[in-house]
Nanobody, 125 residues
Framework: VQLQASGGGSVQAGGSLRLSCAAS??????????MGWFRQAPGKDREFVASTRWRGDNTYYADSVKGRFTISRDNAKNTVFLQMYGLKPEDTAVYYC?????????????????WGQGTQVTVSS
């Protein structure tokens, strides 16, 4: 599966952005298929942000973004979104979308087998 992320940019603290990730190629409609977002700041490890199963209502969030970020999907368009509100300077990172299958609670990078290119999010104070 190929993943194409978009929607990054520069905003001031408190602002909002919406990231999109379109999947193409060998996607799946299985319950066990999921997509998610990770981020990586300079000098830091890639960290989990949010993920969603492709069927059902299961979503997962990092504690640092709960209540501020919302992951959603459009199954017909094979697209997953990350709506980010209340952005903070510490949210600054390259954001990556990813897809995978087979894990009950997908939150680790190793749970995902396909990765898109990153999109930069910069939040200024």
């Amino acid at each position: 599966v190929q993943l194409q992320a978009s929607g990054g940019g520069s905003v001031q603290a408190g602002g909002s952005l919406r990231l999109s990730c379109a999947a193409s190629g060998r996607t799946s409609d299985s319950y066990y298929y999921y997509m998610g977002w990770f981020r990586q700041a300079p000098g830091k490890d890639r960290e989990f942000v949010a993920s969603t199963r492709w069927r059902g209502d299961n979503t997962y969030y990092a504690d640092s973004v709960k209540g501020r970020f919302t992951i959603s999907r459009d199954n017909a368009k094979n697209t997953v979104f990350l709506q980010m509100y209340g952005l903070k300077p510490e949210d600054t990172a390259v954001y990556y979308c990813a897809a995978g299958s087979g894990v009950p609670s997908p939150t680790a990078p190793s749970d995902f087998g396909s990765w898109g290119q990153g999109t930069q999010v910069t939040v200024s104070s």
